[in-house]
């Protein structure tokens, strides 16, 4: 992964930060501190019910936080799923 993108991921969530309630701040966090993640990874990771990380995910894209970042094939289930990135600072986003 670039470097440069994770930094500018990392400071862009810094910059909202103070205005995210609870489960939204813990996903935002993880995605921020770890990168890309799926709704399961970020499921097990925090240690909370997928339902409640998937309606954290949809809030954080219609807020304009967090982007599809790329789709993979999930291991387990053996179905693809999209890993969620945060917005970078400088709005450049991957393209899929």
Do not use: F, H
Request: charged share 20%; proline share 6%; no cysteine.
């Amino acid at each position: 992964m670039n470097t440069q993108m994770q930094q500018t991921s990392l400071d862009a969530y810094e910059g909202i930060k103070p205005e995210l309630p609870g489960r939204k701040e813990r996903v935002l966090n993880a995605l921020g501190s770890i990168g890309p993640m799926s709704n399961a990874q970020l499921s097990v990771e925090l240690d909370i019910p997928i339902n409640q990380v998937t309606g954290r995910t949809r809030e954080l894209v219609r807020a304009g936080r967090v982007y599809a970042y790329d789709k993979v094939l999930d291991l387990i289930s053996n179905y693809p799923v999209i890993r969620w990135a945060v917005v970078p600072a400088n709005g450049q986003l991957k393209i899929l």
